[in-house]
């Protein structure tokens, strides 16, 4: 049996929105059959990524009977569900983080001016929603997209700008930057 070309595929469709300049990306549509007296009845559930490119982005699953209904609602849940992610230089992550979701395990790393994003397919999409220019991404775990995108979620949850430690800390944010850098010096005073 032949199978059916997907609605949009992996990692294929984006679009940006004129009334709130958000871009949702359809990480990927499943079609599913559920057997019933009759034959087969099909419906479809699909996974998108909500970003503004400029610091914030949320994820959500829709389930629909029509594929363009199933990415509706995706996209709904998505707005709803938006996070804050501080970014370093508005390009990049402060520092390297990991995160997982159930078998789902990812590890996110700042990069240098201009090595782009380096993620596999729904980490990308993630980061390109987010307005991240440059990092570098590994998934040890499960290629679920599902799995994968709730991971790197949970990993960006978990990023903390220097202020915000700064002020949990109830410090300046140059003592919290200041040591690598005086510790930096010493050892090359030693040399």
């Known amino acids: 049996m032949a199978r059916e070309p997907r609605e949009g595929g992996r990692g294929g469709r984006d679009r940006e929105r004129d009334g709130d300049d958000l871009v949702d990306k359809l990480v990927t549509i499943n079609r599913v059959a559920k057997v019933v007296k009759g034959g087969r009845r099909f419906a ?8 503004d490119q400029k610091g914030r982005v949320g994820f959500g699953a829709g389930k629909a009977r029509e594929v363009p209904e199933a990415i509706r609602k995706a996209t709904d849940r998505a707005k709803r569900a938006m996070i804050r992610v501080p970014m370093k230089e508005g390009r990049t992550l402060h520092h390297d983080v990991a995160g997982h ?5 990812v590890v996110l790393r700042s990069a240098d001016a201009g090595t782009g994003i380096i993620a596999g397919g729904p980490m990308r999409a993630v980061f390109e929603s987010l307005g991240i220019n440059d990092v570098v991404a590994k998934s040890l775990g499960t290629r679920n997209p599902h799995n994968m995108v709730k991971a790197t979620f949970a990993a960006l949850e978990r990023c903390a700008s220097p202020r915000s430690v700064a002020n949990r800390r109830g410090k300046k944010v140059s003592d919290i930057l200041g040591r690598r850098d005086a510790g930096a010096t010493e050892a090359a005073a030693d040399v």
């Open 44 to 51: 479809f559930a699909a996974l998108v990524v909500v970003g």
């Open 101 to 105: 979701f159930g078998a789902g395990k």
